[in-house]
């Protein structure tokens, strides 16, 4: 996972602390800037960008996300998932063959009944909370995931903040995703990135 990098530490979502292993090898924690653990997991390069050994991602509030291995930058054997309330979902398995990873995609990934089935899923499940609707907390929530190659949403993180209130709700949310129909490129899956807006309405008077 990268990230973009700022020196602009008022507006930072992220810092990350590196500690050198050895000459190919660098041990990486990634923390949001409350100080909670975000990623745990070891690098093969010294500009971080191969992921290689076991990795652990976490939501804001300090539950798992996911973990698992990476080999030369992709994820291998069994990946453990969670949701955002510690619910334990489905293992994913990822075969050691080589996969594809791009931004630039031939078919973006699907979701299931289109955008359509997106705006259902979301009105279902997402809940106001109380209490920022009583304070009148609104505005919109973006999240920035992953859609790998098995179809499954992936490090789920806040791109635009409103309220931590709204934020976990987003976060909720989307964790609950079901599986897509991966994006592809010539003809094979490949991980590709989305933002998708969370909106929490005005407080009817």
């Given at each position: 996972?990268?990230?973009?990098l700022t020196e602009d530490t008022l507006n930072a979502?992220?810092?990350?602390?590196?500690?050198?292993?050895?000459?190919?090898?660098?041990?990486?924690?990634?923390?949001?800037?409350?100080?909670?653990?975000?990623?745990?997991?070891?690098?093969?390069?010294?500009?971080?960008?191969?992921?290689?050994?076991?990795?652990?991602?976490?939501?804001?509030?300090?539950?798992k996300e996911s973990e698992g291995r990476f080999k030369?930058?992709?994820k291998v054997g069994t990946w453990k998932r969670w949701?955002?309330?510690?619910?334990?979902?489905?293992?994913?398995?990822?075969?050691?063959?080589?996969?594809?990873?791009?931004?630039?995609?031939?078919?973006?990934?699907?979701?299931?009944?289109?955008?359509?089935?997106?705006?259902?899923?979301?009105?279902?499940?997402?809940?106001?909370?109380?209490?920022?609707?009583?304070?009148?907390?609104?505005?919109?929530?973006?999240?920035?995931?992953?859609?790998?190659?098995?179809?499954?949403?992936?490090?789920?993180?806040?791109?635009?903040?409103?309220?931590?209130?709204?934020?976990?709700?987003?976060?909720?949310?989307?964790?609950?995703?079901?599986?897509?129909?991966?994006?592809?490129?010539?003809?094979?899956?490949?991980?590709?990135?989305?933002?998708?807006?969370?909106?929490?309405?005005?407080?009817?008077?």
């Amino acid at each position: 996972m990268q990230l973009n990098l700022t020196e602009d530490t008022l507006n930072a979502g992220y810092y990350r602390e590196i500690k050198m292993i050895s000459d190919t090898l660098y041990d990486v924690t990634i923390k949001f800037m409350t100080g909670d653990v975000f990623m745990k997991g070891q690098y093969a390069d010294d500009i971080l960008e191969i992921e290689s050994g076991d990795f652990v991602y976490y939501y804001p509030n300090g539950t798992k996300e996911s973990e698992g291995r990476f080999k030369a930058g992709r994820k291998v054997g069994t990946w453990k998932r969670w949701g955002f309330d510690g619910t334990a979902k489905s293992d994913r398995f990822y075969p050691e063959k080589e996969t594809k990873t791009s931004n630039r995609v031939s078919k973006p990934a699907v979701f299931p009944g289109g955008s359509n089935g997106m705006r259902d899923f979301i009105a279902k499940n997402l809940v106001y909370p109380a209490e920022a609707r009583e304070k009148e907390i609104h505005g919109t929530v973006y999240v920035s995931f992953t859609v790998d190659i098995a179809g499954e949403v992936a490090n789920p993180r806040i791109a635009t903040s409103v309220h931590k209130l709204l934020d976990d709700e987003a976060l909720r949310v989307i964790s609950m995703l079901p599986a897509w129909t991966p994006a592809s490129k010539d003809g094979s899956p490949v991980d590709s990135s989305y933002i998708l807006p969370i909106t929490f309405g005005k407080k009817e008077k």
